[in-house]
């Protein structure tokens, strides 16, 4: 107001904006909202599916080229002394599974080993850890090497005898694939039990107890 008594058309300078009553979106938002946004999505690590094709091919030459050598060097009654006794080259025709369990099962084991194989490629598409993919290959080139032998060996397809030659003391004769299939079996059930996913990333008690408690 004027000292004359009328009303000032002039207003007091306000450094505040007639729409100051609304705040402008980034001084409300709510920064629990935007957490989601802020966080750095984890990198996608890259498939291991070759790494475990390599080991399995490794596992698969060195098993035929071993029981090849065995069978043309070695004959069945006249084992060959690598350390006295205890370790032994010995040619032994196996119809049963590793370390010569179930004789009477040829055509069966067949089947599993098929119905493996199936499985370990399934996983192998989308596998990123390559400790399960050293696991993976391992099973993978010994189940293939026996294959090979049940399919190709005496008797005829599906019964053919599996050809091992490595005795050790009291154990059972076995080859190469016996070998890489119980090695990679043990890897993947350590690795299960640590909380090693096939994806590539580890699962802890804590965050699996609570998926445990979501799900339920």
């Known amino acids: 107001m004027r000292h004359d008594g009328q009303v000032s058309e002039d207003r007091a ?34 498939l291991k599916t070759r790494l475990l094709i390599a080991i399995a091919a490794v596992i698969l030459l060195f098993d035929l080229v071993t029981k090849i050598v065995v069978v043309h060097f070695v004959k069945p ?6 350390f006295g006794d205890v370790v032994t080259l010995r040619l032994v025709r196996n119809p049963g599974a590793a370390f010569s369990m179930a004789t009477g099962m040829t055509w069966l084991l067949t ?42 060996r005496a008797p005829g397809p599906f019964q053919g ?4 030659f490595v005795s050790v003391g009291w154990w059972p004769v076995f ?8 090695c990679g079996a043990i890897l993947l059930v350590v690795l299960s039990l640590f909380g090693f996913e096939p994806n590539g990333e580890r699962v802890t008690k804590s965050e699996s107890d609570a998926a445990k408690k979501a799900d339920s």
């Open 175 to 182: 080859n190469v694939a016996d070998s890489s299939i119980v």
């Open 161 to 164: 005898h599996v050809v091992d």
């Open 77 to 82: 009654g006249n084992p060959i002394e690598i």
């Open 111 to 152: 089947v599993v080993a098929v119905a493996v194989v199936i499985g370990v490629i399934k996983i192998g598409r989308t596998l990123r850890s390559p400790w399960w993919a050293l696991g993976l290959g391992l099973v993978l080139g010994g189940a293939l090497g026996n294959l090979i032998d049940r399919f190709f």
């Open 13 to 46: 300078d306000d450094p505040t904006p007639e729409t100051s009553g609304v705040s402008a979106p980034n001084e409300t938002a709510d920064p629990k909202g935007t957490d989601s946004d802020s966080a750095v999505a984890r990198p996608v690590k890259p």
